[in-house]
């Protein structure tokens, strides 16, 4: 009954039903990556509305499609987003059925690996399986951008027939994960069920490293840095070089103020770049240094061929200086894999611009990626392992 003008409304769910407020949880949770919630934390938040019997609502609310109840795993999944998980899994146990364990492999491949076509032997060797052009490998470059609807599309045309047999995923486990929700790379390093070997490294000049640690080369700085990065620190470089500067600042104001000077005058100078060659990353669009900020103090400038984006937007551009402005506001959303983004993006030059404070190292030190609530890494451990 809705109340009229003027009454109380006597409704005890006025923000809608529990059943309303289940899938608004779970959609509320695939926004920030997850693909399902514990169901633990769902019958806390219906109990904290009035509703002593959980169980029942989230029934309904799976009877009526909204999303999808995995009692064996206490956890309620997205309607969309966790059938995929099911499907993907289902893809890759058969393409191990089909061609033995060796049908899915995994590159380690950060800043500085080799080309990952030349590093699809059965070995790991760089450049011996004739099966990257005989079509009997499937090769995905950068597979940390990949996502869940594109994996189950690409495993369901692999998994069956007689296409390619193998796959191999090159990604580095390390990046943001892909937009969207779910983490597939991540998930398939974590179950365990899949070989993972190191790409080869790229000596100085581009030649192929016969070294196996797949981590760059001295020469390349933010190499270097995505290394350091990774193992979970933040590492000293050489200032001659100029390859990366971390410059702090003490309010959000001088942040952007800073990044404008970087974009219009101090990478120009010292690279010979002009603003389009610049991308300027922040965490968030909004606030007083978020993306939207940036970009209304660079057209100001007069720098309005700049690039900017959030660091999830940009994930999938390259360039040839990145500026990574962290502000305050934006600490506790702060990862390691954000930083390890914005040098991997880099081709020239990276500077961070931050007013964290301690807040960046805590980050890099033990934070690797924000949280995610996903189910393939058990469903391929329990299907495989």
């Known amino acids: 009954m809705t109340a009229q003008p003027g ?3 006597t409704d005890p769910h006025p ?3 529990p059943v309303d407020l289940v899938e608004r949880l779970v959609e ?3 926004l920030d990556g997850s693909t399902c919630l514990p169901a633990p934390v769902l019958a806390a938040a219906l109990r904290s509305v009035g509703v002593e019997s959980p169980g029942p609502v989230v029934e309904q609310a799976t009877a009526a499609g909204r999303v999808t109840a995995h009692p064996g795993e206490q956890v309620v999944g997205h309607p969309r987003w966790s059938p ?3 499907q993907l899994a289902g893809h890759l146990a058969e393409m191990v059925a089909r061609s033995g364990p060796e049908a899915v492999r995994v590159l380690d491949a950060p800043r500085g690996s080799a080309r990952t076509d030349l590093a699809v032997g059965p070995e790991g060797d760089p450049g011996d399986d004739p099966a990257a052009e005989s079509g009997d490998a499937v090769v995905v470059p950068d597979a940390h951008r ?8 690409l495993l369901a045309g692999l998994a069956t027939g007689d296409g390619p047999r193998r796959l191999v995923l090159a990604g580095d486990p390390a990046m943001p994960y892909a937009p969207g929700p779910g983490r597939v790379l991540a998930d398939l390093v974590a179950s365990g069920a899949f070989r993972v070997d190191p790409a080869p490294a790229l000596a100085t000049g581009g030649e192929l490293d016969g070294g196996s640690d797949g981590e760059g080369t001295g020469d390349d700085q933010l190499a270097l840095v995505v290394r350091g990065v990774r193992n979970g620190m933040l590492p000293a470089v050489d200032p001659s070089r100029h390859e990366m500067v971390v410059t702090p600042a003490d309010d959000a104001e001088r942040a952007v103020h800073r990044a404008v000077q970087l974009v219009t005058s101090s990478i120009p100078k010292a690279f010979g ?3 389009a060659d610049i991308l300027v990353l922040a965490p968030r669009a909004a606030g007083q240094a978020g993306a939207g900020a940036l970009r209304v103090a660079l057209d100001a400038a007069g720098a309005t061929e ?3 984006a959030t660091t999830t937007e940009g994930l999938v551009e390259e360039a040839q200086a990145v500026v990574l402005v962290l502000a305050a506001e934006a600490a506790g959303t702060l990862t390691r894999s954000m930083l390890v983004g914005a040098a991997t993006q880099a081709r020239r030059h990276l500077s961070v611009v931050h007013q964290a404070g301690p807040a960046l190292a ?3 030190a033990r934070r690797p990626h924000p949280p995610r609530r996903t189910r393939l890494a058990v469903l391929l451990a329990d299907a495989l392992t």
């Open 15 to 17: 923000g809608g039903s």
């Open 146 to 153: 990949l996502g869940l609807a594109e994996a189950a599309e």
């Open 28 to 30: 509320r949770a695939a």
């Open 7 to 9: 009454e109380r409304s």
């Open 362 to 364: 805590e980050a890099v």
């Open 306 to 308: 700049a690039q900017t």
């Open 273 to 275: 770049l002009d603003a």
């Open 84 to 86: 995929l998980e099911e």
